[in-house]
């Protein structure tokens, strides 16, 4: 077959995929129907139209720039060009059909003839949207998996099992301590800080994934950190194997568990300890759960009841006159979830009973319910017996008493009823006394000498009360007769604790009393020298004491009865009474060493006050000895240091507070002594340097820092050292692991005494690195901005200046040309005036350069001055007088709002005469302009408006265009495009921007928003 007859048109038509011939003006000679439902247009509608305006491209975009630079360059060299993944929007094929977004990749090969001209050129359009979209979901997965690797908190890694070759996220740093460089990729280094005992399924793992068996996913081993402590850690992996089935590449993720498995040891190591104590201790130890089931008993529980704990059921356990009691306090405990405390008899294994006290405590949970119940059986049946066989001799005791040559008796009640009362004691009172009687029936006598108040008080707070020497008068024949008793009345307590009444107990000490007052005026000079040192000892704030060699007091200041609550009686064990019991031991060495020693000695112990609570303090004594030289006593002094030791005990914890809130910031923090010594540092230090904490303190810091800063860095520390002054300073700091020196801010701040003298320096060391470098950038992009402006403008200038004077000459010799020259050709004056046209926008071209370098150098010299707007208009107005006449324009002003402005006189005439000028360029053929220029006042910030009725503008179409440089919009008046461009440029420089509202065909309102400081102040 030969050539001619084939049918390439019906060929070209059958091609599947689009293709569009072009002419070499690039217009549109023919497409084939694929091109035409890719388009969605008929042929005889695009044929003869340009390729650009058929092709879905915005104007003025991109894409649009991109084919017209790549048409020119096939239309030029004649050779085939490629335009790969255009971007689209394909609308709908139909009203049920969607559109998208679609790619494309256009071939332009040029068609040329025999002799070698450009013909035509083939356009073929291939769609490589899914191709587009495959590579961005490729993109975004790995965006995603980039994301995930550097939020994850745990090591990620990647191990190629071909090259040994390893990846691992930004927390194989933060977890072993190792920096991200090549040398610490790799399998080895990883295999070399296995612990050796766990370096064997390690190799039997990787054998078996080798070997092509089943692998195991999860492996935990230990790893060397980079401070020599080993993490325990668990590794999840998964294989991928490569196209031929063998194994290639292992990915896996690594937890560190060391702290949980830390936690695990010691939680079974206190369980282990609490086993072994359970059995040690002589008490039944157990536990139920919160409905009372027995979950564990110790050994000697088992080895008493013979029972083990799941086969007893403690209730049926109890003696049956007891369990009633039992299983009621119980419930009521399990109730309330409060203390829980019983005396039963509990039955052993030979079918004894045997007394025990029962108590128990719950464990709460984190919602504050009961979770388990802890208690133990104290075997108390000694002690029993022992109650037993008091309530035996009670009887005995009551007759033994009543021989005693004192005068006892018990009363019990509110009421004090008499219960016993010795021979004697009713013998003094008269005889009449009976057992069941009030105290105030027996002895009314008593009752008016204010003893049975005493009782009564004594009763309501359960003291005892304890007089010495009281006088009491008493009947004798037919008088009162005034004697003297020491009694004391000791309440008598039931189990509770409870006072159920009194024991009296009074020894006459009449005679006693009566020798003594006979003495008293022969001691009148020896109790004043005792009242000197009394109120001379009760003065001071400390407790004084005299205390003799075997341990015994010889005296006690009243601070010490005052302190403890303790009375004369407790004189003899008031010491061991008061101390802790922790102290005792302390105290007691302390006291045998100075007896030893016969030297002085000093003690803090722990003091019970008189309302239980104990307090630090500190004695102080020194000893003394007699003519012989043998030690005769100590004398003491006792001082409360308890805020004292408070206030160590908070220092010592503000001290924790402060090295944990250290650790915790992401930042190198450092305290410093007075003369800059550095005494602190975080373990942030050894991260960003690479060398030990101990190390540093020892050595110093100004090794690691810029050889070139060295010094100036040096001088500037002692400088803020010396003067005190707040210390704000950068410098590069080496870390020895990677050599790398990097940017750190350094900050301190001196805490000072009340007297203004600093106690030390608190600061922070923080990884400036990162911004230093942007910083960098940003100064080298805005000296290059700054050198391209500069040349610009220079360059817009010598264009203008040198341009000016030619311009000048060529208007001047066309002028002579005219006047002297005679021209035969009927069309030389339509040249003449198209000459003269062209002259004419040269000129304008160059004079609006000319303003805009003139604008743009005033920029920073010329001052802004405070504006009277109707001036400044009428000034504009009287320079473009000539358009507002010949158009006869209406122009309005309304500055009612500000009436002037505080901005540079130039660029505000500038722009002003921009506006009003455009707006009679553009005015509408058919009607009269009326411009209104008035001045507005929008949320505190200023505002020029400017309105016509004008021909208006396609927003739209052209908004984005719309203070481009030599942009117009309108070709049937003269102009440059530069009027809007200049007006922009003055308002954004200002700090300002602009807005435009235009319809076409009605016309266009401009608001220029001015920045706030063009506001006068009032």
């Excluded at 979950?295 to 088992?302: D, F, T």
């Excluded at 049946?381 to 008091?390: F, H, N, V």
């Excluded at 008068?473 to 509770?496: G, H, I, K, V």
């Excluded at 908004?959 to 008046?973: I, Y």
């Amino acid at each position: 077959m030969t050539s001619e007859s084939l049918d390439f048109q019906l060929l070209f038509e059958a091609l599947p995929s689009p293709h569009l011939v072009l002419t070499p003006s690039l217009s549109v000679a023919t497409l084939n129907k694929t091109m035409c439902q890719l388009l969605g247009v008929r042929p005889e509608a695009v044929i003869g139209q340009p390729v650009l305006s058929v092709l879905p491209v915005e104007p003025g975009t991109p894409t649009a720039e991109l084919w017209q630079t790549t048409l020119l360059e096939v239309v030029q060299h004649q050779e085939p060009r490629r335009l790969d993944a255009l971007r689209y929007e394909q609308p709908p094929a139909g009203p049920s059909e969607p559109g998208g977004t679609r790619y494309w990749q256009a071939m332009l090969q040029p068609v040329l003839a025999p002799t070698g001209e450009l013909r035509q050129i083939l356009v073929r359009v291939l769609d490589v949207t899914d191709q587009v979209q495959a590579e961005q979901q490729v993109q975004l997965s790995r965006e995603n998996f980039s994301t995930l690797a550097r939020t994850s908190h745990d090591v990620l890694w990647d191990l190629d099992l071909r090259t040994g070759q390893s990846w691992h996220n930004e927390m194989f740093t933060t977890v072993f301590g190792y920096p991200r460089t090549p040398e610490y990729q790799s399998f080895e280094f990883w295999y070399k800080c296995l612990h050796p005992d766990d370096r064997p399924q390690i190799d039997a793992a990787i054998a078996a994934i080798k070997s092509g068996q089943q692998p195991v996913t999860q492996l935990s081993y230990r790893l060397r950190r980079a401070d020599g402590s080993w993490a325990e850690l668990v590794d999840r992996y998964h294989l991928i194997c490569d196209e031929a089935g063998q194994p290639a590449r292992l990915f896996g993720a690594v937890q560190d568990v060391t702290q949980a498995r830390t936690t695990e040891r010691a939680l079974i190591h206190s369980l282990e300890q609490f086993q072994v104590l359970a059995d040690i201790i002589p008490q039944l130890v157990w536990v139920l759960d919160p409905q009372g089931q027995i979950l564990y008993a110790s050994q000697r529980w088992e080895d008493y009841i013979g029972l083990t704990a799941t086969d007893s059921s403690w209730p049926a356990l109890l003696h049956p006159e007891d369990r009633a009691r039992a299983l009621t306090t119980w419930a009521q405990a399990r109730d309330t979830g409060g203390y829980y405390q019983c005396d039963y008899r509990l039955r052993g294994k030979q079918g004894q009973y045997r007394w025990f006290l029962a108590q128990a405590r719950p464990l709460l949970d984190e919602k504050g319910e009961v979770a388990k119940w802890f208690g133990t059986c104290t075997d108390i049946e000694d002690q029993k017996q022992t109650q037993l066989l008091l309530e035996k001799k009670d009887t005995q005791l009551q007759l033994i008493l009543g021989q005693v040559p004192a005068y006892i008796a018990t009363l019990l009640g509110p009421e004090h009823l008499v219960s016993f009362i010795n021979q004697r004691f009713n013998d003094l009172l008269g005889g009449q006394i009976r057992v069941g009687q009030t105290a105030r029936q027996a002895a009314p006598v008593l009752a008016d000498q204010g003893l049975l108040d005493l009782l009564d008080e004594a009763y309501a707070t359960g003291q005892p009360v304890i007089e010495q020497e009281r006088s009491v008068w008493l009947p004798s024949e037919d008088e009162l007769q005034q004697r003297y008793f020491d009694f004391t009345a000791q309440p008598l307590l039931d189990n509770a604790g409870v006072t159920q009444g009194f024991l009296v107990f009074a020894v006459e000490v009449t005679e006693r009393v009566v020798a003594r007052l006979r003495l008293e005026t022969l001691n009148e000079e020896l109790r004043r020298q005792d009242e000197l040192l009394r109120v001379t000892t009760e003065s001071l704030p400390q407790i004084t004491s005299i205390t003799r060699p075997d341990g015994s007091m010889e005296y006690l200041s009243p601070q010490w009865f005052e302190y403890t609550g303790q009375t004369i009686d407790d004189l003899p064990n008031c010491w061991i009474l008061a101390l802790h019991p922790e102290d005792v031991a302390l105290c007691r060495q302390a006291f045998q060493q100075a007896i030893a020693e016969l030297s002085p000695f000093s003690v803090e112990m722990r003091l019970r006050q008189h309302d239980g609570q104990y307090r630090w303090h500190l004695s102080r004594s020194v000893p003394s000895f007699n003519s012989e030289g043998e030690l005769q006593y100590f004398y003491g002094a006792c001082a409360d240091v308890q805020d004292q030791r408070l206030m160590a005990e908070e220092l010592r914890r503000s001290e924790q507070q402060f090295r944990f809130l250290a650790e915790s910031v992401p930042a190198v923090v450092w305290t410093a002594q007075p003369n800059g010594t550095i005494d602190y540092l975080n373990s942030r230090w050894s991260h960003y340097t690479g060398v030990p904490v101990d190390q540093t303190l020892r050595e110093g810091w100004t090794e690691l820092l810029w050889p070139e800063e060295r010094e100036a860095i040096n001088q500037e520390f002692s400088h803020c050292i010396q003067t005190g002054a707040d210390m704000r300073m950068e410098s590069r700091l080496l870390n020895v692991s990677t050599g790398q020196y990097r940017w750190f801010l350094h900050r301190a701040h001196p805490l000072r005494d009340e007297q203004g003298q600093i106690q030390r320096w608190f600061g922070t060391t923080a990884d400036i690195d990162d911004y230093k470098q942007v910083q960098q950038r940003l100064e080298e992009k805005n000296a290059e901005l700054t050198r391209t402006n500069q040349d610009l403008d220079s360059f817009v200038y010598a264009v203008s200046h040198d341009l000016k004077q030619p311009i000048h000459n060529m208007a001047g010799i066309f002028q002579e040309l005219i006047r002297t020259a005679f021209f035969r050709d009927p069309d030389a004056m339509k040249l003449i005036t198209m000459f003269e046209k062209s002259l004419h926008q040269i000129d304008g071209t160059i004079h609006n350069l000319s303003e805009l370098v003139r604008i743009q150098k005033l920029r920073h010299q010329q001052p802004a001055e405070r504006l009277d707007m109707a001036e400044l208009t009428e000034e504009v107005l009287l320079s473009i007088h000539e358009q507002v006449t010949s158009s006869r324009a209406l122009i309005r002003t309304d500055f009612k709002a500000l009436p002037a402005l505080f901005f540079v006189r130039p660029h505000l005439h500038s722009v002003l005469y921009n506006l009003l000028s455009n707006a009679l360029k553009y005015a509408a053929p058919l009607r009269r302009p009326r411009i209104q220029v008035r001045t507005l006042l929008v949320e505190g910030q200023p505002v020029l408006e400017v309105q016509d009725n004008g021909l208006g503008l396609d927003l739209q179409r052209f908004g984005g265009e719309l203070f481009q440089l030599f942009r117009r919009f309108h070709d049937h008046v003269e102009g440059a495009g530069l009027g809007l461009y200049l007006v922009n440029r003055v308002v954004q420089n200002a700090g300002g921007h602009i807005t435009v509202d235009s319809t076409v065909g009605e016309g266009t309102t401009f608001r220029v928003f001015l920045p706030p400081s063009a506001r006068p102040v009032s």
